[in-house]
């Protein structure tokens, strides 16, 4: 599916990014693979680690439309992962983060549609889910734009989905770098928010699979959910810290003690696959679609009506010996 074809990817610089472009390079032969960022000096570095003749490094913001438009000549496939995503900036700073994951998610669909994209993948998050933050209730915003955006494309060609995971392992400011810090530092005590909390985990290379795949199963305004395990916090910090005690400092600005990738109020829309969820579009588009039989013919069943996928009612669980396992990887 990616052999011969121009791939772009907004964000490419980021955590995601990387992997996708590692990913794509090593797995097949694309014709193009184009980094949309904004910071010169994480594209040159990026450029030395990758330099195959495929690549392609295009500064430029998603707040700027002829930028994209530039970038997107040619383009037959668009991951859309540029987003600002730390909590506590966005609520300092909201303005900056409606810009980015509103507006820019908006410049993308315009430009998308005008240049005759193939394929758009958007990436989102469970905190998306009944946000309770401004980057939440942006990158829901976002969701809600790119699902709308198969109504406006009609009889054009281009679709767009959306792909929605928890946690990423390691990413950048997250617990687990920040765990290893203080251990590094010899810290006495681990910080825990509070023992209850639970989250949602997914290995990089598992998301960059999800949204391969993803390109291959999508009919346009599904959000794709992977089926992940959860992880309690206090055994996350009991892994990586064996021994050292824990201290409560109480649940932060913004944060859920649980997370969810979608609600009971959002079950009748949610159709389980093997190893994946689709929640389907609320609104209707003037071409059917039967979103229980995907791209490639797989069939999925509604799930019972009520049903949440949470990070607490989670039928899977990651123990602290599978996290190591895949932090050694
Ligand atoms: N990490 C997680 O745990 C997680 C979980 C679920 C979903 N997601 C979603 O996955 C996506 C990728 O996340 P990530 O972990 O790869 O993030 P990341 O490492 O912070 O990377 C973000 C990327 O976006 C670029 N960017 C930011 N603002 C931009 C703008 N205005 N115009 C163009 N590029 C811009 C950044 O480069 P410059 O700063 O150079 O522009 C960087 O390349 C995001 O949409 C995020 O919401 C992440």
């Known amino acids: 599916m990616f052999n011969d074809k121009a791939i772009l990817i907004t964000g490419g610089t980021g955590s995601f990014g990387k992997q996708l472009v590692k990913t794509l390079l090593s797995q097949y032969q694309p014709r193009k693979v184009i980094v949309y960022s904004r910071d010169e000096l994480k594209q040159f570095e990026m450029a030395q680690e990758f330099n195959s003749p495929a690549m392609r490094y295009f500064l430029g913001d998603v707040r700027d439309r002829d930028r994209l438009r530039l970038a997107f000549q040619g383009v037959d496939y668009v991951v859309h992962a540029a987003a600002l995503k730390q909590i506590p900036a966005a609520e300092y700073n909201p303005m900056e983060c409606i810009k980015t994951n509103i507006n820019g998610a908006n410049n993308v669909i315009d430009v998308a549609l005008e240049q005759g994209i193939d394929k758009v993948i ?3 998050t469970d905190k998306a889910v009944n946000p309770i933050n401004l980057y939440g209730a942006t990158k829901l915003a976002a969701d809600k734009l790119f699902v709308a955006a198969n109504n406006i494309a009609g009889a054009m060609k281009t679709r ?3 792909v929605r995971y928890g946690n990423v392992v390691g990413s950048r400011g997250s617990v687990v770098p920040f ?15 509070d023992p209850r909390m639970t989250r949602f985990w997914i290995t990089l290379q598992q998301a960059v699979n999800l949204v391969l795949d993803s390109f291959e ?13 959860s992880m309690k916090i206090t055994d996350l910090a009991d892994a990586l810290a064996p021994g050292i005690p824990t201290k409560i400092i109480g649940i932060r600005p913004g944060e859920k003690l649980h997370e969810a990738m979608f609600s009971e109020e959002s079950s009748h829309l949610a ?10 579009p609320t609104i209707e588009y003037t071409r059917v679609v039967d979103y229980s039989c995907n791209a490639l013919g797989e069939k999925g069943v509604a799930v019972p009506e009520g049903f949440e996928y949470s990070s607490e009612s989670n039928t899977e669980w990651l123990s602290g010996f599978q996290l190591l396992d895949i932090l050694k990887l």
């Open 271 to 280: 159709i389980e696959f093997a190893d994946h969820y689709v929640i389907k």
């Open 160 to 162: 767009f989905s959306v």
């Open 179 to 193: 765990f290893q810090k203080l251990i590094q530092e010899k810290a006495t005590e681990i910080p825990i928010t």
């Open 122 to 124: 958007a990436l989102s």
């Open 217 to 229: 199963r999508m009919q346009g305004g599904e959000i794709f959910v992977p089926k992940i395990p």
